[in-house]
């Protein structure tokens, strides 16, 4: 379990836009983003029930996506839906 949570958080934190260079970004890490998506994504995208047909636990399930295609889309954060689900407008590019 604790490897899926490892490739997820690193999918989600190499596909978050920034307008900060990285000297000046904090950190982010596992004990940012696991609490979180406990919390607010595997409850209607994890082991009990997938919405959507969308199943967030493991890489190649975010690959895979659901009803409304891929949820992340490697190198090409613009068109990851994970992404645009948890940024707000303001901040989106493109």
């Known amino acids: 379990m604790t490897s899926r949570w490892c ?9 978050c836009p920034s ?8 950190a982010v ?3 940012d983003i696991v609490p ?7 409850a209607c ?3 009990r029930k997938q919405e ?4 967030l636990r493991t890489r190649a ?3 895979r996506g659901g009803k409304s295609g891929p949820a992340i889309v490697p190198g090409k ?7 645009k689900k948890i940024t707000p407008a303001k901040y989106r590019r493109g």
């Not at 307008?19 to 904090?26: D, F, K, L, Q, W």
Request: with cysteine; net charge neutral; proline share 7%.
């Open 61 to 63: 399930s975010m690959l």
């Open 52 to 55: 959507a047909k969308l199943d």
């Open 29 to 31: 890490t596992q004990h």
């Open 77 to 83: 954060p613009a068109e990851s839906l994970v992404l």
């Open 7 to 15: 490739v997820l958080l690193f999918s989600a934190w190499m596909l």
């Open 45 to 47: 995208h994890g082991p």
């Open 19 to 26: 307008t900060a260079s990285a000297a000046e970004r904090p």
């Open 36 to 42: 979180l998506m406990m919390l607010r994504c595997t």
